[in-house]
């Protein structure tokens, strides 16, 4: 093993895989042993009380196979937002794998992590939703989202686990159940989700990190070449991921710009669309965490729609695990405000360098 992993030495790897910065669900490229022993260990993680933890199946069509190797003999067929019980991580013996992680399964299969979404089911109590409104994050597998709150009314989207949404009240269904109702910010509309699917963020979880520190001593880094991204308090690395950047696609070149940027723009969750769907085009209600770095959309974010993190494979953007993105968010300038949607400063972002 090299003693550094794009550039990130092992000592500072060491560290922060103690500070459990690179454990699973960054669902990061591993950079090391140490990550891929993380990935292993953190499966077992949870408090006793938290549900068994899920896959959803992120692609149309996904083997499963007797052993953690494309190599291997598949045994079953799986397609999308089919649920699966994951039971552990196992390593592809494949060193050269930009992405050697399997989620060994239930039955004893292994399905391939880049397709495959963690996820649990957690249930909420409806609460009462402020004025203003309140950020809401999905917490089950998905959930759709009708016209009306009514399952047999129009439906909207299918809203993933960890992605995020503006509830603007809480409203009574046509049985009498609590839903809630949700802003489309991109289209300006409205749709609805039972409430017990969707757990509204306390503000504990939104607040600063590291806010006493100027604006100059905050920085991140985006190596396209490690598909890596680095945070600096003054020189030190105190977190550290995988991400997904822009590549060459079908449709178009739509690598990430390289050069000095900001992090001026800001959201916790944004409706991104663009083109046809049927040729590289996309539509993603409730993006998560999104950091804009230019005025044409190039941001970092969250990511629910894959896990295959390590390679280029976006239309411009730096793709994150949501876990990783919420930490940049809270971490980066400038600070939004909880019941805030969104907030655009200059003075003060976080610099932002990519590199290659």
Same mark, same amino acid.
């Given at each position: 093993?090299?003693?550094?992993?794009?550039?990130?030495?092992?000592?500072?790897?060491?560290?922060?895989?103690?500070?459990?910065?690179? @454990?699973?669900?960054?669902?990061?490229?591993?950079?090391?042993?140490?990550?891929?022993?993380?990935?292993?260990?953190?499966?077992?993680?949870?408090?006793?009380?938290?549900?068994?933890?899920?896959?959803?199946?992120?692609?149309?069509?996904?083997?499963?196979?007797?052993?953690?190797? $494309?190599k291997s003999q598949p045994v079953k067929f799986y397609w999308r937002d089919l649920l699966v019980d994951i039971d552990s991580a196992a390593i592809d013996d494949d060193a050269s794998a930009y992405n050697r992680v399997w989620y060994k399964l239930a039955d004893g299969s292994y399905l391939y992590s880049g397709?495959?979404?963690?996820?649990?089911?957690?249930?909420?109590?409806?609460?009462?939703?402020?004025?203003?409104?309140?950020?809401?994050?999905?917490?089950? $597998?998905?959930?759709?989202?009708?016209?009306?709150?009514?399952?047999?009314? !129009?439906?909207?989207?299918?809203?993933?686990?960890?992605?995020?949404?503006? *509830?603007?009240?809480?409203?009574? @269904?046509?049985?009498?159940?609590?839903?809630?109702?949700?802003?489309?910010?991109?289209?300006?509309?409205?749709?609805?989700?039972?409430?017990?699917?969707?757990?509204?963020?306390?503000?504990?979880?939104?607040?600063?990190?590291?806010?006493?520190?100027? $604006? =100059?001593? !905050?920085?991140?880094? +985006?190596?396209?070449?490690?598909?890596? *991204?680095?945070?600096?308090?003054?020189?030190?690395? +105190?977190?550290?991921?995988?991400a997904a950047t822009g590549a060459i696609l079908r449709a178009g070149t739509y690598t990430t710009p390289i050069g000095r940027f900001s992090t001026y723009h800001k959201r916790p969750s944004r409706h991104m669309a663009a083109g046809d769907l049927a040729a590289s085009g996309f539509d993603l209600p409730g993006? $998560?965490?999104?950091?804009?770095?230019?005025?044409? @959309? *190039?941001?970092?974010?969250?990511?629910?729609?894959?896990?295959?993190?390590?390679?280029? =494979?976006?239309? @411009?953007?730096?793709?994150?695990?949501?876990?990783?993105?919420?930490?940049?968010?809270?971490?980066?300038?400038?600070?939004?405000?909880?019941? !805030?949607?969104? !907030?655009?400063?200059?003075?003060?972002?976080?610099?932002?360098?990519?590199?290659?």
């Amino acid at each position: 093993m090299n003693d550094s992993d794009g550039g990130l030495s092992r000592r500072d790897f060491l560290k922060l895989s103690g500070l459990g910065l690179l @454990g699973l669900f960054t669902r990061a490229r591993p950079l090391s042993f140490f990550s891929e022993a993380l990935h292993r260990a953190d499966l077992g993680a949870g408090a006793a009380s938290e549900p068994p933890l899920q896959g959803r199946v992120i692609s149309n069509a996904l083997w499963a196979y007797n052993a953690p190797s $494309p190599k291997s003999q598949p045994v079953k067929f799986y397609w999308r937002d089919l649920l699966v019980d994951i039971d552990s991580a196992a390593i592809d013996d494949d060193a050269s794998a930009y992405n050697r992680v399997w989620y060994k399964l239930a039955d004893g299969s292994y399905l391939y992590s880049g397709w495959v979404q963690p996820v649990r089911t957690l249930l909420n109590e409806a609460v009462a939703i402020p004025k203003a409104g309140a950020l809401g994050e999905i917490s089950v $597998p998905y959930t759709d989202a009708y016209k009306s709150p009514d399952p047999s009314s !129009k439906f909207a989207y299918r809203l993933y686990y960890e992605s995020t949404h503006w *509830v603007l009240e809480s409203v009574a @269904g046509s049985d009498e159940s609590a839903w809630y109702r949700l802003l489309d910010d991109k289209f300006d509309d409205f749709y609805f989700i039972p409430a017990r699917h969707a757990r509204i963020l306390p503000r504990a979880e939104l607040e600063p990190i590291s806010p006493d520190l100027s $604006p =100059r001593q !905050k920085r991140l880094e +985006v190596r396209l070449g490690a598909q890596l *991204v680095l945070a600096y308090e003054a020189e030190r690395v +105190v977190f550290a991921t995988r991400a997904a950047t822009g590549a060459i696609l079908r449709a178009g070149t739509y690598t990430t710009p390289i050069g000095r940027f900001s992090t001026y723009h800001k959201r916790p969750s944004r409706h991104m669309a663009a083109g046809d769907l049927a040729a590289s085009g996309f539509d993603l209600p409730g993006v $998560p965490w999104v950091l804009y770095i230019k005025d044409n @959309g *190039v941001s970092l974010h969250g990511t629910y729609w894959h896990n295959d993190f390590g390679r280029p =494979r976006s239309h @411009g953007c730096v793709n994150l695990s949501p876990s990783a993105a919420r930490w940049i968010y809270r971490w980066s300038l400038p600070s939004v405000a909880p019941e !805030k949607p969104y !907030k655009y400063e200059f003075a003060n972002a976080t610099r932002v360098d990519v590199t290659e």
